[in-house]
């Protein structure tokens, strides 16, 4: 037994009330008045009173109700075993409709055999139907009705997602939990391997809970195209290289044929040999891909009885290399140089660098550029300043360099954040500052070897009120920041890309922070994998703009998003194999190609030792007497005794009044007088 509210148990000192009232506080006699006393005999009396409890049955009900109410706001609890309701079970049939299953006729026989299960349900059970993969779908709701769940059955199709049975089991431990009944669980699936959870435990059922398997179809060998790596854009199709790995699961060694078409047309066509089990690449070089979004595929000749995975969808959009405005006031010719060489360092650039005073820029059309770079510019002409705001939040991106020329300014260009001052190495301390905490998971600053070697000279101290710090020097100033500004970003570089203020444009890590930068700027954020697996997430929006509208169409042309949706939604998720075409609420259109997941292609099946373990789960008997103690404590829970309480205070309320009803009413002859003198 327990106490939700202890302190409420402070209460029975009120207890000391009735003691009072029934010890000191005595009713005491009206004095009557008497003609003389000089008859009356002189005697000492002692001083002290001696008291004695009366009414002891209404002193017992009075203490008694001050203890009930003391507890009931202590509100006591014990603890109970949750036992399902005694002779009611519920039927759960979960029918795997992965990826996986689409082999041969195995979502054709787990269907022939669930409703096997149906026809033996009795009138008076119970059955739920539920679909699995990624996710458990409840296609009923739990019911008696035979056809209603002979409906559900029929009505199951092969999905693209990959099997959890571990969300499986957290969705029968809920079943259970909130039904209160022992669950009957039927799983019809091919039970691949692939489909069990990190951890063991993520499997365990509730005590009561039965399981029984239903396995479709046997191991077979599988071959399958595992991934393809191809690029998201072409600029030169010379100088395109698209690689596809072969895979075969549990299948012998084979030669396989492997072709490559876009849009429908086959482009080269290569042979392939794949070793007993074993994997092996094929490489395509070029790609005479048109103007604009393609959508690609990599096969190979079907020879096994999973085709579904013998093919990967890849989308591919061909363009010219994109401007980049570098704005520089000339004071500083190195920056534009070392910069221009590490972002044309690549052999297939995807930038070409126009620069421009900042003067110039007033009249040019912003958008259309990929990103812009700010050197050090200073203060901006009037209304540039503005127009690089809208600029960046219409969903563009701007590269800020800090230097002696912004040292004088109260605040960063476009982003507003407060400048402080200019932190200088001197020979009385440090003589230069290096880098000692970096971000190296952010996409600008991948591959640069946490700026390994850089000295710093000079950087501006930013005040980060808005921005997130990426990168900071040994004395805490920050070297790196982002702000997003509306649908874009502004990054922000606290030194200048010379070899003044720094020596970082001599080192190696420059190019690929040139390179990462750029091609993360250029995207208008961190650009998403256009070829994603099935139950991927695609992003819409990345702030909480609801003025612009998103769309996306699935691999059938029909609207994915409704109104509400397409002003509202950050993401949604890909649940099918195919092509998706999609336009962010910046306006930015783009293909998205969506895969199964591979880990699907493996047909290998769980073993039998791990299937008996599952089902031992359900039945309570758990190893050890550590894991049965834990088991027993978590079925056990707290059953509050509130309701007993309440009821015995009203009735001893009750009582409470009828017998100082009968004890302190006043005498029969008294009541008499009173009414003749009243009379």
């Known amino acids: 037994m327990g106490f939700l509210s202890p302190w409420f148990l402070a209460g029975l000192a009120a207890v000391g009330l009735p003691i009072w009232i029934h010890l000191l506080k005595r009713h005491k006699t009206d004095p009557r008045p008497f003609p003389s006393l000089m008859f009356f005999e002189r005697r ?79 009138p008076d059970e119970q059955a739920q139907v539920v679909g699995l993969g990624a996710q458990v779908q409840a296609l009923t709701q739990p019911t008696a009705d035979p056809g209603e769940l002979r409906a559900a059955v029929q009505s199951i199709q092969p999905g693209d997602s990959r099997a959890s049975f571990g969300e499986l089991a957290r969705y029968v431990r809920t079943l259970a939990e909130s039904t209160h009944l022992s669950l009957k669980v039927h799983l019809l699936s091919d039970l691949q391997k692939s489909a069990l959870p990190p951890g063991f435990a993520d499997l365990r059922l509730n005590p009561g809970t039965e399981l029984v398997f239903h396995q479709v179809g046997q191991a077979a060998p599988n071959w399958t195209v595992e991934n393809v790596v191809a690029p998201r854009r072409v600029f030169d199709p010379k100088r395109v290289r698209i690689q596809a790995t072969i895979g075969g699961f549990g299948a012998p060694a084979a030669k396989r044929s492997v072709t490559l078409a876009l849009n429908g047309k086959v482009m080269q066509t290569k042979p392939v040999d794949v070793a007993a089990g074993g994997r092996a690449q094929v490489e395509f070089l ?160 991948r591959n640069v070897e946490r700026f390994a070697g850089v000295k710093f000279y000079q950087a501006i101290h930013v005040t980060p009120a808005k921005s997130h710090v990426l990168a900071r020097l040994n004395d805490q100033t920050p070297l790196v920041l982002e702000q997003q500004i509306g649908e874009g970003k502004a990054l922000v570089f606290a030194s200048t890309f010379d070899n003044v203020s720094n020596d970082l444009p001599l080192h190696a890590s420059w190019v690929p922070f040139v390179a990462q930068a750029a091609a993360y700027l250029g995207g208008g954020g961190a650009e998403q994998p256009v070829n994603l697996a099935v139950d991927s997430y695609v992003e819409l929006r990345t702030g909480d703009n609801k003025s612009a509208a998103a769309e996306v169409l699935d691999p059938d042309g029909k609207r994915l998003l409704s109104l509400e949706e397409a002003v509202s939604a950050k993401n949604f998720a890909v649940r099918r194999e195919g092509f998706f075409e999609m336009k962010t609420a910046s306006g930015r259109h783009s293909l998205i190609a969506a895969h199964a997941d591979r880990r699907e292609s493996d047909l290998t099946v769980i073993p039998q030792e791990t299937l008996d373990l599952w089902q031992a789960t359900g039945k309570g008997d758990q190893t050890g007497a550590g894991a049965s103690t834990s088991q027993d404590q978590s079925e056990k829970k707290p059953w509050g005794l509130w309701p007993i309480l309440l009821l015995l205070l009203l009735a001893i309320g009750i009582l409470e009044s009828v017998v100082a009803n009968r004890y302190l009413r006043p005498p029969a002859e008294k009541q008499e007088g009173a009414k003749k003198e009243a009379a």
């Open 286 to 445: 070029g790609l005479d891909a048109p103007y604009g979004f393609s959508r690609g595929e990599v096969r190979i000749d079907s020879a096994d009885i999973l085709p579904a995975d013998d093919r990967f969808p890849f989308a591919i959009e061909r363009i010219d290399p994109r401007k980049v405005l570098f704005l520089d006031d000339g004071r500083r010719p190195r920056a534009l140089l070392y910069f221009r060489a590490a972002l044309e360092s690549s052999g297939d650039s995807a930038f070409q660098l126009e620069a421009l005073r900042p003067e110039q820029a007033l009249n040019l059309g912003l958008s259309n550029y990929a990103f812009i770079v700010l050197s050090d510019v200073g203060s901006l002409p009037s209304g540039l300043e503005d127009a690089l705001r809208r600029y960046v939040a219409s969903g563009r991106a701007v590269l800020i360099a800090l230097g002696p020329g912004s040292a004088a300014m109260p605040k960063v260009p476009v982003t507003g954040e407060s400048i402080e001052a200019a932190r200088y190495a001197g020979r009385e301390a440090e003589r230069f500052l290096t880098v000692s905490e970096i971000d190296i998971g952010h996409p600008a600053l």
């Open 44 to 122: 000492e009396h002692s001083s002290v009173k001696h008291r004695r409890l009366e009414y002891l049955l209404l002193f017992a009900l009075r203490v008694a109700m001050l203890v009930l109410l003391a507890l009931l706001f202590a509100n006591p609890f014990i603890r109970r075993a949750a036992t399902a309701s005694e002779g009611k079970k519920l039927l759960l049939i979960a029918i795997d409709r992965s990826f996986s299953m689409r082999a041969g006729d195995h979502l054709a026989r787990a269907k022939d055999q669930a409703m096997s299960v149906l026809s033996s349900l009795r």
